[in-house]
T-cell receptor, first 112, second 113 residues
Framework: DTEVTQTPKHLVMGMTNKKSLKCEQHMGHRAMYWYKQKAKKPPELMFV???????INESVPSRFSPECPNSSLLNLHLHALQPEDSALYLC???????????FGNGTRLTVT | GQNIDQPTEMTATEGAIVQINCTYQTSGFNGLFWYQQHAGEAPTFLSY????GLEEKGRFSSFLSRSKGYSYLLLKELQMKDSASYLCAVPIGLTGGGNKLTFGTGTQLKVEL
């Protein structure tokens, strides 16, 4: 069982839809991350939250909007996505700098 | 900046030993991670090396040479379930905590009978 839970597991949305991806952890980790992974490619960092504050935005388009309501939750709000945004979206956490990342099982997103 | 290189694909036989190499160039070094990722699943942590030498964990071992910018993952007694992508990753520590993890392209390992 993963200690980082992502919902939904699968999501299909149209280009005009608004949806949100959710991530929850109860490990007391203070850093949380969103990664995007296309088929046969490594995960690419999108956002980093440290102590509930956004510390890194890897030049991600504004149609992706992250939110960290508290230390256990991380959301990714989606609006007006493009078909090329279809990918596996992975949430991860780490206790602190230099510590291993723990990944959730991901949300498989398809934009039609 | 960072540059991480791994072979794209490798094939090995069940029961054999395989070594997956990773070379990196990075400004600042905070250790090196290896992750395993099965198709359609999330990456799972295998090992972390911050000092030179070999770290052994059961069938898996990881080696680091900081002076050469080189690491390898050694898998012994290969099993079919070891067929997966193996990702080398280098973290950069962030001032506010956490790390920015950059992954290599991954090595797709196929274990055959």
């Amino acid at each position: 069982d993963t200690e980082v839970t992502q919902t939904p597991k699968h999501l299909v949305m149209g280009m005009t839809n608004k949806k949100s991806l959710k991530c929850e952890q109860h490990m007391g980790h203070r850093a949380m991350y969103w990664y995007k992974q296309k088929a046969k490619k490594p995960p690419e960092l999108m956002f980093v939250y440290s102590y509930e504050k956004l510390s890194i935005n890897e030049s991600v388009p504004s149609r992706f909007s992250p939110e960290c309501p508290n230390s256990s939750l991380l959301n990714l709000h989606l609006h007006a996505l493009q078909p090329e945004d279809s990918a596996l979206y992975l949430c991860a956490t780490s206790r602190d700098s230099g510590m291993p990342l723990h990944f959730g099982n991901g949300t498989r997103l398809t934009v039609t | 900046g960072q540059n991480i290189d791994q072979p794209t694909e490798m094939t090995a036989t069940e029961g054999a030993i395989v070594q997956i190499n990773c070379t990196y160039q990075t400004s600042g070094f905070n250790g090196l991670f290896w992750y395993q990722q099965h198709a359609g699943e999330a990456p799972t942590f295998l090992s972390y090396n911050v000092l030179d030498g070999l770290e052994e964990k059961g069938r898996f071992s990881s080696f680091l040479s900081r002076s050469k910018g080189y690491s390898y993952l050694l898998l012994k007694e290969l099993q079919m379930k070891d067929s997966a992508s193996y990702l080398c990753a280098v973290p950069i520590g962030l001032t506010g905590g956490g790390n920015k993890l950059t992954f290599g392209t991954g090595t797709q390992l196929k274990v055959e009978l």
